[in-house]
């Protein structure tokens, strides 16, 4: 960008407009001579000090706030440079207009460029601000070159910085992306959390397989059971109803220790009457030997 700003060096020519021995004029030009050695000596307070002075006793000499613009730009205040070059329009000079036009674009350019790193929408604001200007002093000065050169500059400069906004847009999205992938990756601890529950769903699941097989089976034995009992005749039915009164029927008469049945005393005495018969058998036999005997003495 090509600065093109430099005070008017024949800043006593608003003398002529005063007439001889004007007090008036004698005050402003001391005041503006004044103020154009602390230009030179880049004693930028003073000079605009002075160049307030001489504002206050003729305040509608173009040149005087223009010079005034261009100090404010040396200085740094861009801001306030612009408004005081455009505070020079007013006075119907078409040079001066051209050059303060121009300087306007300047001021605002340089504005910008200290908005960049911390504000890059609004130094985007005051390029395209810069351009405006640009065009409208090459339409005052279609012949100026340095107009020409920084309104294609400053529209190359838009150009670079919109493409870094938008690289820088899509940038801050991928990071917003990854962290939210980040966030949503499961830590070590949530890892291990949802592993037992995960665990512990399955074994649940087994479990409920488990009973529900089991209950299954009870079921199909249970219907078995049922269609098998209904096969069986109805005489084998009747027979396993009445085993129970022929057991109790069977089963031996409980007595008290030391008791004798029936049985148990006719055996006895069977035995007796036969140990008796025998006994008689045996003394029989003994007489008739006796008896035989006897007779042979005789």
């Given at each position: 960008m090509r600065d093109r700003n430099w005070v008017i060096s024949t800043i006593l020519c608003f003398l002529i407009a005063c007439p001889a021995g004007s007090a008036c004029a004698a005050s402003a030009a001391r005041e503006a001579r004044k103020a154009g050695r602390f230009y030179q000596e880049e004693k930028y307070d003073e000079a605009l000090a002075s160049y307030d002075q001489a504002l206050s006793i003729k305040p509608d000499d173009p040149r005087i706030q223009y010079n005034r613009a261009v100090t404010l730009y040396r200085k740094g205040d861009f801001t306030g440079a612009e408004e005081a070059f455009l505070g020079s329009l007013a006075r119907g000079e078409e040079i001066l207009e051209q050059r303060s036009v121009y300087n306007a674009g300047n001021s605002k350019y340089r504005a910008a460029?200290?908005?960049?790193?911390?504000?890059?929408?609004?130094?985007?604001?005051?390029?395209?601000?810069?351009?405006?200007?640009?065009?409208?002093?090459?339409?005052?000065?279609?012949?100026?070159i340095d107009a020409k050169y920084n309104h294609e500059f400053t529209l190359k400069k838009i150009r670079e910085l919109e493409q870094q906004q938008q690289e820088q847009e899509q940038q801050e999205q991928q990071q917003q992306q990854q962290g939210q992938r980040e966030q949503q990756k499961p830590q070590p601890q949530d890892r291990q959390e949802q592993q037992e529950q995960q665990e512990q769903q399955e074994q649940q699941k087994q479990q409920q397989e488990q009973d529900k097989a089991e209950q299954q089976r009870q079921q199909e034995q249970e219907k078995e059971g049922e269609q098998e009992q209904d096969r069986r005749p109805q005489e084998q039915r009747d027979e396993e109803e009445q085993e129970p009164d022929q057991q109790k029927r069977e089963e031996p008469e409980v007595r008290d220790e030391g008791q004798m049945s029936e049985e148990e005393a006719e055996m006895l005495l069977r035995g007796q009457e036969e140990e008796e018969s025998r006994m008689r058998a045996e003394e029989k036999k003994a007489r008739r030997a006796r008896r035989s005997k006897v007779l042979r003495d005789w």
């Open positions: 460029q200290g908005m960049e790193g911390a504000d890059p929408e609004s130094a985007l604001k005051n390029y395209r601000k810069a351009v405006q200007y640009y065009r409208r002093a090459m339409e005052l000065g279609p012949d100026d």
